[in-house]
């Protein structure tokens, strides 16, 4: 049973900083994805970055600069490094991970963060709140 948890959540002002951590276990697929996503209060589920066993590593534009994510080994551990935080920041970071099916190749071939619909496994979220 693939299980995820995520943890480095936190309080910080504008222009600080924060490491979240994604711990998964049970993955057995050679080939396996890892993104984040954010959802704020009210709003939908948005991608912030992916990274694969071959070391792709993907973000989306409002995070391009700021976050860096990154990993030993994705079956095991993701983090995400998170520097020059803003307000809109906020929200709750979840991480996902699956194999890395065909399909989703093809997205991290064309520049495209995987969707939310291609992973079937998920943490429970940790909470992030910048204040400005």
């Known amino acids: 049973q693939v299980q995820l948890k995520e943890s480095g959540g936190g309080s910080v002002r504008s222009g600080g900083s924060l490491q979240l951590a994604c711990r998964i276990s049970g993955m057995t697929y050679a080939s396996v994805c890892v993104t984040w996503f954010r959802q704020r209060f009210g709003e939908e589920r948005e991608r912030v970055a992916s990274i694969g066993t071959t070391g792709t590593t993907l973000y989306a534009d409002p995070v391009k600069g700021r976050f860096t994510v990154s990993a030993d080994n994705p079956k095991v551990a993701v983090y995400l490094q998170k520097s020059n935080l803003m307000p809109e920041d906020s929200g709750t970071y979840y991480c996902?991970?699956?194999?890395?099916?065909?399909?989703?190749?093809?997205?991290?071939?064309?520049?495209?963060?995987?969707?939310?619909?291609?992973?079937?496994?998920w943490g429970q979220g940790t909470q992030v709140s910048v204040a400005s």
């Open positions: 996902a991970t699956d194999r890395l099916t065909i399909g989703m190749n093809r997205h991290l071939e064309l520049g495209q963060i995987p969707p939310a619909t291609d992973f079937e496994f």
